[in-house]
């Protein structure tokens, strides 16, 4: 819960998940143009993304032989509750400060 929390926290990232999930998978260079934003800064978005499980990818080919790697949003459903989030507290280092 707290990877997916942590990348959801964020404005571009979400805008990443909103533009997959209306539009279908895609690929980065497209997707960094319909979003206006670098192809390096998408990539590390959809690393942080890709890590949580909210999207996966598959690398392809294209016909003039050009790797294309393809986005899309997986199926999720977060219910937060005051248990989940009491159970992701176990999970967090006993001090805070270090």
């Known amino acids: 819960m707290l990877a997916v929390l942590a990348a959801l926290d964020n404005p571009h990232r979400l805008r990443?998940?909103?533009?997959?999930?209306?539009?279908?998978?895609?690929?980065?260079?497209?997707?960094a143009r319909d979003l206006g934003?670098?192809?390096?800064?998408?990539?590390?978005?959809l690393q942080k993304l890709e890590g949580a499980g909210l999207v996966s990818s598959q690398l392809?080919?294209?016909?003039?032989?050009?790797?294309?790697?393809?986005?899309?949003?997986?199926?999720?459903?977060?219910a937060l509750t005051?248990?989940?989030?009491?159970?992701?507290?176990q999970s967090l280092a006993r001090n805070p400060e270090s």
């Open 82 to 89: 005051p248990e989940l989030v009491a159970e992701a507290v």
């Open 37 to 45: 934003i670098s192809r390096p800064l998408l990539h590390l978005h």
């Open 60 to 78: 392809e080919l294209s016909q003039d032989g050009k790797a294309l790697n393809y986005f899309e949003v997986n199926s999720f459903n977060l």
């Open 16 to 31: 990443i998940v909103a533009a997959l999930s209306s539009g279908g998978r895609n690929y980065v260079s497209q997707l």
